[in-house]
């Protein structure tokens, strides 16, 4: 039996969790900061990294207590080594270091990205799915607040990006229709919320770098995303309703544009998602992140996903940030160095580097 610490602090969410043997969650606590950032309409870095300063201690506590261990029964620390924010990034990874070096414990920087991915596979019966050759190729659809992506996965560890955003990614553009709706943050909840009621027909806003405008696509962009434009055709949308001056949109109205807008979003990535799906004949389709907890995107992969192929979700308490994924995911990286791990001498990154290989894809280690 093999328990990990996994440590998270990529944005807001200050998070611990104690995963054992990469499989089960034995406990996963987050402290969250969205009432701190909300009268900002976003996250502040600054103050982000102030309040996971004053979190951990009390976040790690519940997560060791919760999961009934004491730091002397963990085998490895796991924490968050980027992409995210780097003033919260730091504090994560500065906390695992003094973790670590007080206790004596390998330490092990996670790609949070990867991440996202594993998180699907929490829980015994999704994880099976890894140790089967016939669920690959696997196809990964990443949408965030700060990645939209398709990611292939093979049966021999190699991982190839397939495509990501060239502007906004998805959860981006999300929370920046809802403040020009003037519906809070964060977003994507806000909208999924508003648009239930609403007619997702009544405003055509547009589908980028699909060619559902009669425009041809370029091969660079084929599995490529943009959001802006769909954002901007908003903007020019409330310009011509005069509701740009904070006017009150009633509400009829306001739920047509936020499950407009949410259709433009979720055509968009359910078609790139798709089209990858068939080019490659991947055998596994996977859904992470935190736009992946939309039940919108949620119920049109499901009803587009062929019965030949394997429809992962992550749970919606793996989609959004946890501790939880990084621990599950940091298990391969300790079974690949169980001694040393990487030290504490590693830095925090800020942008996503092209992912070529994944530890966890068919049981590989390397």
Known sequence: MTLILGIESSCDESACAVVRDGVEVLSSAVASQIARHAAHGGVVPELAAREHLSAFPRVLDEALNTAGVAMSDIDGIAVTQGPGLIPALLVGVNFAKGLALRHHKPLYGV?????????????????????????????????????????????????RHLGWTIDDAAGEALDKAAKLLHLGYPGGPVMQKTAENGDKTRFDFPRPLTGAAGKALSEENRYNFSFSGIKTSLLYTLEKLDLRNGKPIEPQLLADLAASFQEAVVDVLSRKAMKALKDFNARTLIAAGGVACNAALRERLTSLVPGNVNLLLAKPAYCTDNAAMIGGLGYYHYLADPQQGD????DAFARLPEITAIRFAGRTQG
């Open 111 to 159: 790609n949070h990205f990867a991440g996202h991915i594993y998180g699907a596979f929490l829980g015994t019966e999704q994880h099976q799915l890894l140790e089967d050759e016939n669920a690959y190729p696997m196809l990964a659809l990443v949408v965030s607040g700060g990645h939209s992506s398709l990611l292939l996965l093979h049966a021999d560890g190699h991982a």
């Open 343 to 346: 030290g504490v001498g590693f």
